[in-house]
């Protein structure tokens, strides 16, 4: 059973770049996908952008395409998602999630993950 540790998250101002750790403990991340999630309090998990690790193929929410990239670094057994551009609606905590029998057609939705981060809060304001 794999553990996420996340980091990376912090303040920045608008235009500003952060990026974010997700390590796996107690495991790997072959076979899984990978995922970052974010939510406001009181608002709806939201998914932000996933890998698939075995093949890196990735998934992005529209609102972030083009500003975040996510990536791996398979010797650190680590899942990245760097944010550029930032805006104030950014903000959010940040979960990193991830699951070995997920589908296709669930990779957006945060019910079908089993394995979560702690969170790690990006604010964005100047």
């Known amino acids: 059973q794999v553990q996420l540790v996340e980091s990376g998250g912090g303040l920045v101002q608008p235009g500003g770049s952060l990026r974010l750790s997700c390590a796996a403990s107690?495991?790997?991340?072959?076979?899984?996908?990978v995922a970052w999630f974010r939510q406001v309090p009181g608002q709806e998990r939201e998914f932000v952008s996933a890998?698939?690790?075995?093949?890196?193929?990735?998934y992005y929410a529209d609102s972030v395409k083009g500003r975040f990239t996510i990536s791996k670094d398979s010797a650190k057994n680590t899942v990245y998602l760097q944010m550029n551009s930032l805006a104030p609606e950014d903000s959010a905590n940040y979960y990193c999630?991830?699951?070995?029998?997920?589908?296709?057609?669930?990779?957006?939705?945060?019910?079908?993950?089993?394995?979560w981060g702690q969170g790690t809060q990006v604010t964005v304001s100047s």
């Open positions: 107690g495991g790997t991340f072959r076979g899984y996908v």
């Open positions: 999630a991830a699951d070995r029998t997920i589908i296709q057609s669930s990779i957006r939705t945060h019910q079908a993950y089993d394995y």
């Open positions: 890998i698939k690790w075995n093949s890196g193929h990735s």
